[in-house]
């Protein structure tokens, strides 16, 4: 109903996982039918482990794995979000994956939700450690910037703190930040001019209950339950224009 309005769709994995073997499979459904549709896909897993175990995770999301003389392909997401808590034993095998496979990730540095504060706000020398963490996201994407000028290695940002989000744009002038808190979260359009990089881009903003549950919302009543599709293709138009009027 929505992919000829929008570039990207962003399943979460844990919503799948609760209903085990059959709820992967559904995952992996979607997948392929947001693709077929020319949707890029963004898994959100927020993966993260060292060594062998998250070779293991860019492998299934975004590489291949070999089996004798066939190399298979798992989930087959364009990026997945990732979390650094492990540091660049986490991180690099995403990396190493996202250059060989023309793919990209997400690195949590300030997200949306209220307790975020307790470690990311934390102060270290003086800075706050979603900074420090900006600053690792410029470093392990300096290898794989494209011809764009945009890393494959991005940032998620939550669009309920635009001040930080403000800083951390300019922090990381080469990093996609992805925006979720739109909608549902409390966060407003007019916040998220400061996650756009001067030539507009830069930034992709999410909303997930806002669109999926729009029929929920009075605005959109009018089409009733039994049309929720429409529903939220209208929630997905005034979206945009609100997003762009912030631009």
């Keep these: 109903a929505v992919c000829d309005l929008i570039p990207a769709v962003k399943p979460q994995v ?3 996982e609760q209903f085990g073997v059959p709820g992967i499979a559904a995952f992996a459904r979607t997948i392929e039918y947001c693709k077929s549709k020319g949707l890029v896909v963004i898994g959100d897993v927020k993966r993260g482990d060292i060594g062998s175990t998250s070779a293991a995770y860019a492998a299934a999301h975004i590489g291949t794995v070999k089996i004798g003389s066939m190399m298979l392909r798992g989930f087959h997401e364009d990026f997945v979000t990732v979390n650094p808590y492990l540091g660049t034993d986490g991180v690099k095998p995403f990396v190493d994956v996202c250059r060989e496979q023309q793919k990209g990730i997400f690195v949590l540095v300030k997200t949306s939700n209220p307790s975020s504060g307790e470690f990311q706000d934390q102060q270290i020398d003086g800075r706050p450690l979603y900074e420090l963490v900006a600053d690792k996201v410029n470093f392990w994407g300096e290898d794989c910037v494209g011809e764009s000028g945009y890393s494959a290695v991005g940032a998620v940002v939550g669009a309920t703190y635009p001040q930080m989000g403000k800083v951390l744009r300019a922090k ?26 001067k030539d507009g881009l830069g930034a992709i903003v999410n909303s997930s209950r806002g669109i999926i549950a729009a029929y929920k919302n009075a ?12 529903a939220f293709r209208q929630a997905v138009i005034d979206m945009i224009a609100d997003i762009n009027a912030a631009r």
């Design 219 to 230: 605005k959109y009543a009018k089409f009733g339950k039994e049309y929720f599709a429409d």
């Design 14 to 16: 844990a919503m799948y």
């Design 172 to 197: 990381m002038p080469k990093a996609y930040i992805l925006v979720p808190g739109y909608g549902a979260q409390g966060g407003k359009a007019s916040d998220r001019a400061c996650y756009f990089n």
